[in-house]
């Protein structure tokens, strides 16, 4: 699985931007995920991106209802892995989320230490987030942040040494690296740094790339996390473009030829 393509989930109901209907979220969602499907990615994480400002870690029930009725459907009509990232923080229902959907991973944006962001200081939470998962008897990979957009450090440390041990003492199972937002571009140094540090554990990238620097990114990289680059006129709360997709992926796997 080296291409994941992301639906980013309009607000849902109940959140300070809501607009739609839970009926045409819901559509909206699936075309997106149809549209990546289409264009040849080789898996999905749902998002609540719209949910605007998050809660920095338990999310209320009607959210996890809500994206479990969205996984479900995308799992019912698109046959590609997904994933489930529940913002800010909140990995425990992610994890629910994702076995009531027959999900295959979860994201986490701070799984081990603690990050200032602008839903406050947030800590992680990995020994309960794999216990949790052990409760509930699921095999579902954690993709694990490390140094993640929209933070900064408490106290900053050598990323290669927060990647030993998120993967040794934290348990990811994956580790993801972006650069300073959505949409920002991952610095090469620090994916390389992750790589060195990361072991036998797949190193993503997590934000910023497009077809112009995917094919450098994946010399380092063993896979990427593709949001905004794929959406109409490459703006983020747009839907997905099936040209942009199909580019991409031509792109990423070698194919234009001079």
Do not use: C
């Not at 987030?129 to 408490?154: M, Q």
Request: proline share 5%.
């Amino acid at each position: 699985m080296k291409i994941i393509g992301m639906l980013h989930v309009p607000a849902l109901p109940a959140s300070p931007k809501s607009e739609l209907p839970f009926t045409d979220i819901l559509d909206w969602v699936l075309k997106d995920a149809d549209a990546l499907a289409s264009g040849g990615v080789d898996g999905l994480i749902i998002e609540n991106f719209g949910d605007v400002p998050f809660y920095p870690r338990r999310v209320p029930a009607h959210t996890v209802a809500f994206l479990t009725a969205v996984a479900r459907e995308v799992r019912r009509t698109v046959d590609l892995p997904l994933g489930i990232n529940v913002l800010r923080n909140d990995a425990e229902s992610a994890i629910a989320v994702a076995a009531a959907a027959s999900a295959q991973f979860i994201r986490v944006n701070i799984h081990i230490g603690a990050r200032v962001t602008d839903q406050g200081l947030i800590e992680g939470t990995a020994h309960e987030t794999l216990r949790y998962r052990k409760l509930l008897g699921s095999d579902v990979k954690i993709f694990a942040d490390v140094d993640v957009k929209h933070s900064a450090p408490v106290a900053p440390r050598p990323l290669h040494e927060e990647v030993e041990e998120l993967v040794s003492r934290g348990g990811a199972d994956a580790v993801i690296v972006t650069g300073t937002g959505t949409g920002k571009r991952t610095n090469l140094d620090d994916l390389k740094a992750a790589k060195s540090a990361a072991g036998a554990a797949p190193v993503f990238a997590g934000s910023g790339v497009d077809s112009q620097n995917v094919t450098e990114i994946l010399k380092v990289a063993d896979g990427v996390i593709a949001g905004t680059a794929l959406k109409r006129d490459g703006i983020t709360t747009n839907p997905v473009d099936i040209e942009r997709v199909r580019t991409f992926m031509r792109t990423a796997r070698g194919e234009f030829r001079n």
